[in-house]
T-cell receptor, first 109, second 112 residues
Framework: SQQGEEDPQALSIQEGENATMNCSYK?????LQWYRQNSGRGLVHLIL?????REKHSGRLRVTLDTSKKSSSLLITASRAADTASYFC?????????FGKGTTLSVSS | EAQVTQNPRYLITVTGKKLTVTCSQN?????MSWYRQDPGLGLRQIYY???????DKGDVPEGYKVSRKEKRNFPLILESPSPNQTSLYFC???????????FGPGTRLTVL
C-alpha cells in the first residue's frame, strides 16, 4: 500500500543551488518523515514533522507540511556534491511507516 | 555506538535452500521491521514487530517468516527462497517515544 509519492523522480542541480522535493500522500497521518539513502546503503533519518506542525528546520533542511493538501516538501539549501542521494518521504499512520519511491538528487560540482 | 546490524551483508543462494538473515539492535527499541527494496518499487514492508512475541504482516509477507523472541533480535527467515525474492533487504528499529527508524546496512540477496 504505497502512501507517499515523491516528485520529481529525479533532480539534477549544480552545487550551491537549492533542491526542492515534494511528497503527496493519501490518508491521515500522525507524522511524516524524510530519509536519505546513499547508493545501496541503509536509509538515514533526516527530519520528522508532526501532523500539527507546518514547518520545521534542521541545518540546511526545511520541511513543510500541508495536511489539507496532504503534501510535504523538503528543501535543501546551498546543495553540495555530498547531498547526492535518494530522498524518501515516509508517512506514519499508526503501526507502520509507508515509504514513497523516492527522488534521486544529483548535485554536480 | 547505537546501531542496527544485519548479517550476512551479501548472500547468493539457490532456489529452495532455507536461509536466515539476522538483525540485531542495541538501542532497546520496541519496534522492529523488515523491508525489501526493489528498483522502481521503493521500500516495501515485509513484517514488523511491536515488541517481544508480537509480530504482524506488512505489505509483502508471502514467502517470509519472522520471530521476535528477544527484544534486540528480529531474524528474517526464507523457508524456500525463490528468484523473485532476489532483492536488497533492510532491517530497521525505533522506539515508541520517537518513531524515527534506524536502518541496518542492508543485505543483498540473490536467489538463483
Amino acid at each position: 500500500s504505497q502512501q507517499g509519492e515523491e516528485d520529481p523522480q529525479a533532480l539534477s542541480i549544480q552545487e550551491g543551488e537549492n533542491a526542492t522535493m515534494n511528497c503527496s500522500y493519501k490518508t491521515s497521518i500522525n507524522n511524516l518523515q524524510w530519509y536519505r539513502q546513499n547508493s545501496g546503503r541503509g536509509l538515514v533519518h533526516l527530519i520528522l514533522i508532526r501532523s500539527n506542525e507546518r514547518e520545521k528546520h534542521s541545518g540546511r533542511l526545511r520541511v513543510t507540511l500541508d495536511t489539507s493538501k496532504k503534501s510535504s516538501s523538503l528543501l535543501i539549501t546551498a546543495s553540495r556534491a555530498a547531498d547526492t542521494a535518494s530522498y524518501f518521504c515516509a508517512t506514519d499512520a499508526g503501526t507502520a511507516l509507508i515509504f514513497g519511491k523516492g527522488t534521486t538528487l544529483s548535485v554536480s560540482s | 555506538e547505537a546501531q542496527v546490524t544485519q548479517n550476512p551483508r551479501y548472500l547468493i543462494t539457490v532456489t529452495g535452500k532455507k536461509l536466515t538473515v539476522t538483525c540485531s539492535q542495541n538501542m532497546n527499541h520496541e519496534y522492529m521491521s523488515w523491508y525489501r527494496q526493489d528498483p522502481g518499487l521503493g521500500l516495501r514492508q515485509i513484517y514488523y514487530s511491536m515488541n517481544v512475541e508480537v509480530t504482524d504482516k506488512g505489505d509483502v509477507p508471502e514467502g517470509y517468516k519472522v520471530s521476535r523472541k528477544e527484544k534486540r533480535n528480529f531474524p528474517l527467515i526464507l523457508e524456500s527462497p525463490s528468484p523473485n525474492q532476489t532483492s536488497l533487504y533492510f532491517c530497521a528499529s525505533s522506539s515508541w517515544e520517537n518513531n524515527e527508524q534506524f536502518f541496518g546496512p542492508g543485505t543483498r540477496l540473490t536467489v538463483l
